[in-house]
């Protein structure tokens, strides 16, 4: 009888896939436990940070949702009350009540209004303006906010999806804020919230038009606007989900920013919003540019898509409207003061989207105009000082200015039944 003798080779083999197995089994059971183990420490950043927000997956953060309580900080107090979907607003029935005409507000921290009471915000004044009006649909009005603190157009037209379209509405109103919009739709925005770090998802511009699927972000990982091979997409969502729920890549993340800053424009300036009113030629501020229209135009085309009608309103940060007040005379006092910008153009932004919507053909209204007349006739601050935010007049400055534009506008199409 013959016997076989194993080939020394296959036994190498088996020996090899054995060893590499164990080892898997080793590193996975270490890191098993290390992920248990930092389960006990504190969070990496202060755990009281973030008290009005939640972070959410899909979102990167909304507010709190429920939340009621005071909010302090070293400029302002205020007693807060967020609805059911974390919005500075009353609760909305998911079901449009009849002979009711719908906007849905959409923005940041101009939207979120936590500087001032819910009834001062500049979309609970729009609502109220707007049914003291003899409106052409003859409905009452209903404006439901639709913004959240830092939030980017990224996570404005996410929330669509999710929630938005959910509510009817008959228009979708789009608040741009150009003090930090752009930079908010390059990967890597975030809100530290009970001691950790929460990353907006983003999205990338693949040719001429925007994948409309969003990706998580990874700490750690290179991350652009162009990000569009089915490999690094693979990757950054596999990598992106995991730092979501594993507490030991969310405590060492602050290792990994340290060593891998995010990619910014304008950082030689006080304000990054400044390179948007300077001749500049950096390519994070060019794909801020295309990430940010692409994203505006898909949010146009999936509101349409629904039968709703879309527009856009610009907000101006505090510089930009104190500036354009300014007699020839005091800007050239500013701009002996202020040597940088001396080429700098006080509606570079504005005129760039005002072209960019003509050609899109997108309704839009720029809040700066009535803001600059209002600080000529009157003077009563609109910002507040040391926060940038609208004070009670500037959201009531706003609510005016929107109010007369949507009667003339919004109230000329159909309301969607």
């Known amino acids: ?32 436990l290390l992920e248990l183990g930092v389960r006990l420490l504190p969070p990496p950043y202060e755990a009281a940070t973030g008290q009005l927000f939640a972070c959410q997956p899909a979102l990167g953060w909304t507010g709190r949702p429920n939340f009621a309580g005071e909010f302090e900080n070293d400029i302002f107090q205020q007693t807060l009350q967020f609805n059911s979907l974390g919005m500075h607003d009353t609760e909305h029935s998911p079901t449009k009540p009849a002979d009711t005409f719908r906007i849905l507000m959409l923005g940041d921290s101009f939207v979120h209004a936590v500087q001032v009471d819910e009834a001062a915000t500049a979309h609970q004044l729009v609502e109220d303006k707007l049914n003291q009006m003899e409106l052409p649909t003859g409905d009452s009005v209903e404006v439901i906010s639709g ?44 809100l530290t919230i009970d001691g950790v770090n929460c990353y907006a998802p983003y999205f990338a511009v693949c040719g001429d038009a925007l994948n409309p699927d969003p990706l998580p972000y990874a700490p750690g990982l290179s991350a652009s606007p162009h990000d569009c091979s089915a490999g690094k997409r693979t990757i950054t969502t596999l990598l992106g989900r995991l730092y979501q729920y594993s507490r030991l890549y969310q405590q060492i993340e602050p290792l990994i920013v340290a060593s891998k ?3 910014q424009f304008g950082q030689e300036y006080d304000s990054p919003f400044s390179a948007l009113y300077l001749p500049n030629d950096e390519v994070e501020l060019e794909e801020a540019w295309q990430v940010t229209l692409a994203t505006i135009t898909q949010l146009r085309d ?10 856009v309103a610009l907000i101006s940060p505090e510089i930009a409207v104190r500036l ?17 910008f001396a080429e700098a153009q006080a509606d570079r932004p504005n005129v760039r989207l005002a072209h960019f919507f003509d050609e899109q053909a997108i309704p839009f209204l720029d809040l700066t105009p009535p803001m600059v007349e209002h600080l000529r006739t009157d003077g009563t601050p609109l910002y507040i000082t040391g926060e940038w935010h609208w004070t009670e007049e500037g959201n009531r400055v706003a609510a005016e200015a929107l109010a007369a534009w949507l009667e003339e506008t919004a109230f000329q199409v159909s309301r969607k039944r």
């Open 261 to 263: 800053p995010r990619r």
């Open 1 to 32: 009888m013959s016997h076989t003798k194993p080939s020394p080779t296959l036994s190498r083999r088996k020996q090899m896939v054995i060893g590499i197995g164990l080892s898997l089994v080793s590193i996975c059971f270490v890191l098993f």
């Open 147 to 190: 913004g959240v603190t830092n939030w980017g157009t990224n996570q404005q037209l996410i929330f669509y999806r999710e929630q938005g379209r959910q509510l009817a509405p008959d228009v979708v109103l789009l608040m741009v804020y150009l003090g930090n919009d752009l930079l908010d739709n390059l990967p890597g925005n975030v």
């Open 302 to 311: 999936e509101v349409e898509a629904d039968g709703s009608h879309f527009a």
């Open 324 to 340: 354009a007040t300014l007699s020839p005379a005091e800007q050239q006092i500013f701009l002996r003061d202020n040597p940088t």
